[in-house]
């Protein structure tokens, strides 16, 4: 690839510069189908960098990071098209050295805890995971470990009484031997999530909930929001397993959190209902994970 051809390309014809490679580094790794998946990613990315909820730091980008993010794709085989669940989108980030007193930005596909685990099916860490599971106060739920081993015991109340309040929500994840991993997000871990948040966003993501005073002056409590709870879950289920590879333009976004410099851009977070009108997803069947 000449380096300054890229550097002269407009950032939304970089997709057609890049085209031959991607077709190949995809078809050498799935078998075929590499043209038809160039052409759908390419109209997705072109569509997030000219119009997505990123765009800002997306122009500013590097033009060798928009060709590298772009043959992520390609490398991982995990689409931007938009459904039921985000398995991976397009984001940009700023970082500000204090030295040069200089920002740079970047461009990266970032994959969701969805995306992570068809990635770690496919590295064979996991068989697969049961759908997430949103627990109330009003249910029987303990957790913790067994014989070396954790345990969830969940029986859930039906009805469930409309007072009930969230405590928690859990993930089945099925080991290649079939056996069990459970993850567990209870009331201590949200709360130190919505502490991040607060703390390098500058206020908590509303789906988070908590109280708020109504328009007749008394105040209200709302619940986190159940789809965030659940993306939130799938996010960090895997922080205690070993590093997944995503390759160069590419990054999980559990790692988001390590990085303390996107305090606007926190996954599912600065702007949720930008992520769900243009976050890149997936179309998932009913009976998929998930």
């Known amino acids: 690839m000449d380096i300054e051809q890229l550097n002269k390309t ?26 038809v998946f160039f052409e759908e990613q390419k109209a997705l990315f072109n569509e997030e960098l000219l119009n997505g909820s990123f765009k800002g730091y997306l122009e500013k980008a590097p033009a060798l990071n928009i060709h590298d993010a772009f043959m992520n794709l390609a490398i991982n085989g995990l689409s931007l098209e938009k459904g039921t669940t985000t398995l991976c989108y397009l984001m940009g980030y700023s970082n500000y050295d204090k030295n040069t007193r200089q920002t740079t930005y970047t461009a990266k596909i970032t994959y969701t805890g969805y995306g992570e685990i068809l990635l770690r099916q496919r590295a064979g860490q996991i068989l697969r995971c049961d759908n997430p599971v949103v627990v109330y ?91 965030f709870l659940i993306s939130k879950t799938c996010k960090h289920a895997f922080k205690t397993y070993s590093k997944l590879s995503v390759g160069l333009g590419g990054m999980l976004q559990a790692d988001v959190d390590n990085q303390p410099q996107q305090k606007q851009q926190e996954a599912f977070g600065a702007s949720q209902a930008e992520t769900q009108k243009n976050g890149v997803k997936a179309k998932v069947d009913d009976d998929s994970p998930f």
Do not use: M
Request: proline share 3%.
């Open 10 to 35: 407009p950032h939304n014809q970089i997709c057609d510069l890049a085209r031959d490679r991607f077709i190949e580094v995809y078809n050498q790794k799935f078998g075929e189908g590499g043209e």
């Open 137 to 227: 106060n009003c249910d029987d739920f303990r957790f913790g470990e067994r014989d070396g081993h954790k345990f969830v015991d969940y029986v859930k109340t039906y009805p469930r009484p409309a007072n009930s309040v969230i405590v928690a929500c859990y993930v089945k994840i099925i080991l290649p031997d079939n056996s069990y991993d459970y993850f567990v997000l209870d009331r201590e871990g949200v709360d130190r999530l919505r502490e991040y948040s607060v703390k390098f966003c500058g206020k908590a993501n509303a789906l988070y909930g908590g109280n708020y005073v109504g328009n007749d002056g008394r105040t209200y409590f709302k619940d986190i929001d159940t789809g």
